[in-house]
């Protein structure tokens, strides 16, 4: 299937012949959809703390914190093309010579235009680029309201002007203070100040694409004097890229490779999933991971960071729990008081199911299962109340096996088609903020390898488009989904109020993102 100059192509990606066969395979055989059981709710999967319970969790992490290495791991590689989506349309389709803007408004249906033109002014980059749309249209402002404000958007976007559309998202002017305006990548430091860090130090973890490097470290060096004598902490930044090794081949409807002009291969990234080989680098006790898009302005910031804190105190006090037993197991001197211990620890703290089959085990065969199920990385994930965001869920899922697990699942893994799968996930009480705590090393201080912990049937096959062809794509499974799909999983309900994600530019109008 592949010749001398495919090899050579292949191998300096970091990938091997036997790699690329078992990605085309997949194309071949499909991948199946998940088994749901149920949706994870209340006392069924999900946690949902009293304020006292809250609060003593809180205060275990905070007395315990300076005795572990924290990271933040922020995934922001994505560029904030997405955010505009709309507003690219706009500029190709609109021209306020011939309709006003609330008749192109009312043509394309674009509900979003609306919201953004009324709220123009709270926006947090509308004085920039007000000051740029003089120096590019010096008619403006003797133009009329339907021509300025076509002017704004192009001046927004054109990538001669200020090219938000490409700009990677984590630099976006994000909240407009008083003095100064923030972006995200800024207020992730803020935010880590309060929960992530210790001993007064922060370590933040940015996958960032390796093209704006330079940018983020030149707003760092801008911003890092002054956050640093605010928050009292002193900050540890580092960048990783999603890596050549983790892409995809591409093949064509047939499920063959698919070939450029030249007849190069075609690889393509693999999807967030990707980011579990980053992931994977990291040395640290506690890794906390949120998206970089979801942040709130300062007045909120001390609420948000209580939850995380909380997550990361039901994760020190799990893993505690976790680890003397695992020592004990170590030791193979157990009574049955105890090892029934283990077991009603792992079904009802850590909500695994044990096997219908352990009963009949000899005890030493149960010893080998329990320390085989407490000896996984572990994470311990916010779950938010449905309220129509979008999202994955916390769901029961049923592997292949018939072993029965925890596992956020987006929509597309389900099949909808079958009714009881669609009425599984109609009836999910929460979706899935991103809003993760880890636990990624053993009882022995010893980092876990991640890799070993995925379940490669949980990636995904897309339809997309190269040189006007059409071709399947690949991505791997998600960095929250299938990626973790091994690990110990506890979920815990936290408010709305933690998740403030910026999908399109109107979102910055929400109060969450709003200083006044």
Not at 104 to 109: G, M
Request: aromatic fraction near 12%; charge should be neutral; include cysteine.
């Amino acid at each position: 299937m592949f010749s001398e100059k495919d090899i050579i192509q292949i191998e300096k990606k970091g990938l091997t012949i036997e790699k690329v066969t078992a990605q085309i395979d997949l194309f071949k055989t499909g991948l199946p959809f998940v088994n749901l059981q149920s949706a994870a709710t209340i006392n069924n999967g999900i946690l949902k703390l009293s304020e006292k319970e809250k609060k003593a969790s809180i205060q275990l992490f905070d007395d315990k914190r300076n005795n572990y290495s924290i990271i933040k791991f922020v995934p922001a590689s994505g560029a904030a093309t997405r955010m505009f989506k709309s507003f690219f349309s706009f500029i190709e389709d609109y021209n306020p010579e011939q309709e006003t803007v609330n008749a192109y408004i009312n043509r394309t249906k674009e509900a979003l235009l609306a919201v953004f033109f009324v709220g123009l002014e709270k926006l947090p980059f509308y004085k920039i680029v007000l000051d740029k749309i003089v120096n590019v249209f010096p008619d403006y402002h003797s133009s009329s309201t339907d021509k300025q404000r076509y002017m704004f958007v192009k001046t927004m976007l054109d990538e001669d002007k200020l090219n938000y559309g490409f700009y990677p998202k984590g630099l976006l002017p994000f909240h407009e203070y008083r003095e100064h305006i923030a972006t995200a990548f800024e207020e992730h430091l803020f935010e880590a100040a309060l929960y992530a860090s210790t001993n007064n130090k922060a370590n933040i973890h940015y996958t960032i694409s390796e093209k704006y490097k330079d940018i983020f470290d030149g707003e760092f060096k801008k911003i890092q004097t002054i956050v640093e004598r605010k928050t009292n902490t002193k900050f540890e930044i580092s960048f990783s890229y999603q890596k050549e090794s983790t892409d995809t081949i591409a093949v064509t409807l047939e499920n063959e490779p698919f070939r450029m002009d030249d007849n190069s291969l075609l690889f393509r990234p693999s999807g967030h999933g990707a980011l579990l080989s980053n992931l994977n680098d990291l040395d640290a006790d506690i890794i906390f991971i949120k998206n970089i898009d979801n942040v709130v302005v300062f007045k909120y910031e001390d609420e948000v960071s209580e939850y995380k804190k909380m997550l990361a105190g039901i994760l020190m006090e799990v893993q505690n729990q976790a680890f003397n037993y695992l020592e004990k197991l170590d030791n193979n001197d157990l009574s049955r008081n105890e090892i029934l211990e283990i077991s009603k620890f792992l079904s009802l703290k850590m909500h695994v199911v044990i096997s219908s089959e352990y009963e009949k085990y000899a005890t030493e065969y149960q010893l080998e299962y329990l320390k085989e199920k407490l000896n996984r990385p572990i994470r311990v994930c916010g779950m938010v109340k449905n309220e129509g965001e979008p999202g994955g869920g916390p769901f029961w899922v049923k592997d292949e096996k018939g072993q029965v697990s925890l596992q956020i699942v987006e929509s597309a893994q389900i099949n909808k088609k079958v009714k009881s799968q669609k009425d599984i996930l109609t009836n999910a009480t929460h979706f899935n903020p991103v809003d993760l705590v880890c636990g990624i090393k053993d009882y022995k201080g010893n980092r876990f390898d991640l890799e070993q912990f995925v379940d490669h049937k949980t990636a995904f096959i897309t339809m997309k488009t190269k040189t006007g062809k059409d071709l399947k794509a690949l991505e791997l499974p998600g960095l929250w989904n299938g990626s973790m799909s091994n690990w110990n999983t506890i979920f815990v309900e936290v408010p709305l109020i933690t998740f403030n994600p910026v999908k399109t530019v109107t979102d910055l109008l929400k109060p969450t993102h709003q200083v006044k």
